[in-house]
């Protein structure tokens, strides 16, 4: 079966950075669109991220734009988001999503109804 097991969250000061991992495996990874959402206490889950098959083709919330980059190593079937310039506000549970090939979507989207597979969620606390 399709597995997505995140990493590298933990706790970091405002400003500081972290570099959160996704790796999937049951599933052709390079063939799927992946995705990273974020979910903070007392709200709904939101979009943070997204990136194409290739990795060549990239779209981001308005609320993290430059200060997050996302990547992927295929050879590897893991994505990263590489987090800059924390904030106490990106305190969240970060969860990668994958968007399986079956559907023929390539598009990029922030509509979590849009994956299909979802991890369990790395938290990320940013202090002040």
């Known amino acids: 079966q399709v597995q997505l097991v995140e990493s590298g969250g933990g706790l970091v000061q405002a400003g500081g950075s972290l570099r959160l991992s996704c790796t999937a495996s049951?599933?052709?990874?390079?063939?799927?669109?992946m995705g990273w959402f974020r979910q903070a206490p007392g709200k709904t889950r939101e979009f943070v991220a997204a990136?194409?098959?290739?990795?060549?083709?990239?779209y981001f919330a308005d609320s993290v734009k430059g200060r997050f980059t996302v990547s992927r190593d295929n050879a590897k079937n893991t994505v990263y988001l590489l987090m800059n310039s924390l904030k106490p506000e990106d305190t969240a549970v970060y969860y990668c999503?994958?968007?399986?090939?079956?559907?023929?979507?390539?598009?990029?989207?922030?509509?979590?109804?849009?994956?299909?597979?979802w991890g369990q969620g790395t938290q990320v606390t940013v202090s002040s």
């Open positions: 049951g599933i052709t990874f390079s063939r799927s669109v």
């Open positions: 990136i194409s098959r290739s990795g060549s083709s990239t």
């Open positions: 999503a994958l968007r399986s090939q079956i559907s023929g979507n390539t598009v990029l989207s922030s509509r979590e109804d849009e994956y299909h597979y």
